[in-house]
């Protein structure tokens, strides 16, 4: 099992330009998260999906858009990039519990200049 | 609010020594507590975990317990080693409209000197 993947694991991009972030998990989670890291912060939740076709509001969820066309596949968008979103970017799975764990890809550095 | 609390880094260490990194948390109800590590250019892993009151996660070497009391989950190790070197981080999760939200420390890089 490849577990939690992200795709790129780089990027830079001008402000005012967009990307997606894609996120997979072959583990048949029902639950998908996307976080955010930043300096002395920890990580901070932006989005969550709790099944194929929801997705939900985090914390931090500005100038993010999600879906979750397929139960494997969580994906971030940004449309306008800004400075403020320079970060790293991780993706997490889990089964519909509070008590387990939630499994985490191995983030995105994403840079806007 | 929920929030956790670490001890401040960088932790340095040599190896052998005795760790405890500190984590207090506030929450609203009856949090699960987990411990988290990231290890360089790598997204993180689940360490150890209690789900109630004088739980003890224990995982590699490392152990926490769950003190409702002084609501802390500390994490500790008896001997360390340069392998051990990366960010731990602190974090309660509570229910979340049907799903699960983890709420972070802002991590403590440990560094593991030989």
């Known amino acids: 099992n490849a577990g939690v993947t992200q795709t790129p694991k780089f990027r830079v991009l001008k402000t005012g330009q967009s990307m997606t972030l894609l996120c997979a998990q072959d583990?048949?989670?029902?639950?998908m998260y996307w976080y955010r890291q930043d300096p002395g912060m920890g990580l901070r939740l932006i989005h969550y999906?709790?099944?194929?076709?929801?997705?939900a509001k985090g914390e931090v969820p500005d100038g993010y858009n999600v879906s979750r066309l397929k139960k494997q596949n969580f994906l971030l968008g940004l449309e306008s990039a800004a400075p403020s979103q320079t970060s790293v970017y991780f993706c997490?799975?889990?089964?519909?519990?509070?008590?387990?764990?939630?499994?985490f890809g191995p983030g995105t550095r994403l840079t806007v200049t | 609010g929920n929030s956790v609390t670490q001890m401040e880094g960088p932790v340095t260490l040599s190896e052998e020594a005795f760790l405890t990194i500190n984590c207090t948390y506030t929450?609203?109800?009856?949090?699960?507590l987990f411990w988290y590590v990231q290890y360089p250019g790598e997204g993180l892993q689940l360490l150890l975990k209690?789900?109630?009151?004088?739980d003890k996660g224990s995982n590699k070497g490392f152990e926490a317990t769950y003190r409702k009391e002084t609501t802390s989950f500390h994490l500790e190790k008896g001997s360390v080693q340069v392998s051990d070197s990366a960010v731990y981080f602190c974090?309660?999760?509570?229910?979340?409209?049907?799903?699960?939200?983890?709420?972070f420390g802002q991590g403590t890089r440990l560094t593991i000197n030989p």
């Open positions: 974090a309660l999760s509570l229910p979340l409209q049907g799903a699960q939200k983890l709420v």
């Open positions: 929450a609203t109800g009856y949090p699960s």
């Open positions: 997490a799975s889990s089964y519909p519990a509070s008590d387990y764990e939630q499994y």
């Open positions: 999906s709790v099944g194929e076709g929801t997705t």
């Open positions: 209690a789900t109630k009151a004088d």
């Open positions: 583990m048949n989670h029902e639950y």
